[in-house]
């Protein structure tokens, strides 16, 4: 499975901001898509969850900013980010899960958020 994240990269605080991740394979055959970031000095966090056929979980550095969502027929998941915050600059990264629990990573994509 390849990963590909795009979004504009620069955005002013309070601003809004769409990410989109396309995937080489169907991702109606995932297990599930999600989002991840790592901000400087931090590890890796958990940002969205969305399994296929179930519904979205969020970790509380994105509840009520954030919003991942699919498109099956464009094999994309998206985050929707909003109320953006400069504590939200970081590299984001999207990660597919196979029904058989194995994880793939796309390459990240850098959000810089100005104050």
């Known amino acids: 499975v390849q990963l590909q994240a795009f979004g504009v990269g620069l955005v002013q605080a309070g601003g809004s901001l769409s990410l989109s991740c396309g995937a080489s394979?169907?991702?109606?055959?995932?297990?599930?898509m999600g989002w991840y970031r790592q901000v400087p000095g931090q590890e890796r966090e958990l940002l969205a969850t969305?399994?296929?056929?179930?519904?979205?979980t969020y970790a509380d550095p994105a509840k009520g900013r954030f919003a991942i969502a699919r498109d099956n027929a464009k094999n994309t998941v998206y985050l929707r980010m909003s109320s953006l915050k400069p504590e939200d600059t970081g590299v984001y990264y999207c990660?597919?899960?196979?029904?058989?629990?194995?994880?793939?990573w796309g390459k990240g994509t850098l959000v810089t958020v100005s104050s």
């Open positions: 990660k597919a899960t196979t029904i058989l629990r194995r994880h793939y």
């Open positions: 394979v169907s991702i109606f055959s995932l297990y599930a």
């Open positions: 969305l399994t296929t056929g179930g519904q979205p």
